[in-house]
């Protein structure tokens, strides 16, 4: 059977998890291309959650709106740490820095989503749901282009002028 929102989003979790181990590693020749891939996979990641989990929870869960608000600070916390890992390089003083930023703002984030908005999610829509959301969730993320980009307001917007 596919996987449901749940499930995605907690495999998602483990393998950013897994990511940040490997590039915390400082004995590993690959460092740098980890950290590429656990910055597309936290930004694609970001911008499924953004776009999928917490517009459900503020029109579907009791109480929702404040789990998304908690959520959605969660992710504009990792936003610059985000930046700050696309600039850096494992030769680069302040990479371990960053990588204990965003390895702290990943654990911080983690148990409420699965532990508390998930399952009040589930509660409410059932498992029928949770399996649509799920396709939606995965179908997003493979569509999602690379690193920042994928964030949601990366691309400029429209230039407006007057006259």
Partial sequence: MAP???ELIAHDHRVITGLLAAVADRD??????????????VAAHTAAELQILYPALRDIV????????????????????????ERAHPDDAAFDDVVRGLAAAVDGHVPPV????????AAVVGAG????LGAVY?????????????L????????????
């Fill in 62 to 85: 009791p109480g929702g709106d404040e789990m998304a608000n908690r959520g959605q600070t969660d992710h504009d916390t990792m936003r610059p740490v985000l930046v700050a890992l």
């Fill in 28 to 41: 590993r020749a690959d460092c740098f291309p980890l950290a590429h891939r656990l910055l597309d996979e």
């Fill in 138 to 150: 995965a179908s997003l993320k493979d569509s999602l282009p690379a690193g920042l980009e994928a």
């Fill in 129 to 132: 749901t949770m399996l649509e």
């Fill in 114 to 121: 699965e532990n508390e908005f998930l399952p009040a999610l």
């Fill in 4 to 6: 449901d929102l749940a």
């Fill in 152 to 163: 949601p307001g990366a691309a400029p917007g429209p230039k407006f002028t007057t006259g």
